[in-house]
């Protein structure tokens, strides 16, 4: 099945800086690449997401970038602020499987706590 | 309606108890989710529903009983769990985008101990 490794762990940054999560996932067969951030007590929400048929995608202070060769995807936030504060985890799904009905879950990265610190 | 609603928020049951968790979204989805997350770490899925029909079982113990009722409901069933089992059950759903369900959207989840 599909494995995916986050890097770092735990990510301290001094507010105004970028903050960069690395990931990667062995599977070939997946396609679709979101991140999500969970704030404590929280639902994850999702705040970026690519397919592989784009290398990059930007939305105002977030991206992400994939590598497909690589098989590897990061998600860059500029110009941090407090309420980045929070834990982002990746997460990759696999394309259609046969009887799957073009369903299938998110295997996800063991996540980042981020820290923005003022 | 843009969300997705589970009720109840929080449960506490003991190990003979029979409970349910129930999911309901009204965005039009025909994929939905249960996936379970304990204390720092990530969710994991549980179950998938394609159309309302079980796609996907991720080897989950019979003490988990899933159902869908229909397109906009989602129920798990909990009988005989065990401690280990106390965790924040979530449930999601997929909006279809060229034939595949991708996007998934998350309900609040349950949180639930089991004594």
């Known amino acids: 099945g599909e494995n995916v490794e986050q890097h770092p762990s735990t990510l301290s940054v001094q507010e105004g800086d970028s903050a960069v999560i690395k990931c990667t996932y062995s599977d070939s067969a997946s396609n679709y690449f979101p991140w999500y951030k969970q704030e404590l007590g929280k639902r994850p929400q999702l705040i970026i997401d690519?397919?592989?048929?784009?290398g990059e995608k930007k939305d105002q202070r977030i991206a992400v970038t994939l590598n497909k060769t690589a098989k590897h995807f990061s998600l860059h936030i500029t110009e941090t602020q407090p309420e980045d504060s929070a834990v982002y985890f990746c997460a990759a799904k696999r394309g259609p499987q046969v009887g799957g009905g073009g369903a299938d879950g998110l295997t996800f990265g063991k996540g980042t706590h981020l820290i923005i610190q003022p | 309606d843009t969300e997705v609603t589970q009720t109840p928020k929080h449960l506490v049951m003991g190990m003979t108890n029979k409970k349910s968790l129930k999911c309901e979204q009204h965005m039009g989805h025909r994929a939905m989710y249960w996936y379970k997350q304990k204390a720092k770490k990530p969710p994991e899925l549980m179950f998938v529903?394609?159309?309302?029909?079980?796609?996907i079982n991720e080897s989950v113990p019979s003490r988990f009983s899933p159902e869908c009722p229909n397109s906009s409901l989602l129920n798990l069933h909990l009988h005989a769990l065990q401690p280990e089992d106390s965790a924040l059950y979530l449930c999601?759903?997929?909006?279809?985008?060229?034939?595949?369900?991708?996007?998934?959207?998350f309900g609040p989840g349950t949180r639930l101990l089991v004594l």
């Open positions: 529903y394609s159309y309302e029909k079980l796609s």
């Open positions: 999601a759903s997929s909006v279809e985008i060229a034939g595949y369900q991708e996007t998934q959207y």
């Open positions: 690519i397919r592989s048929n784009v």
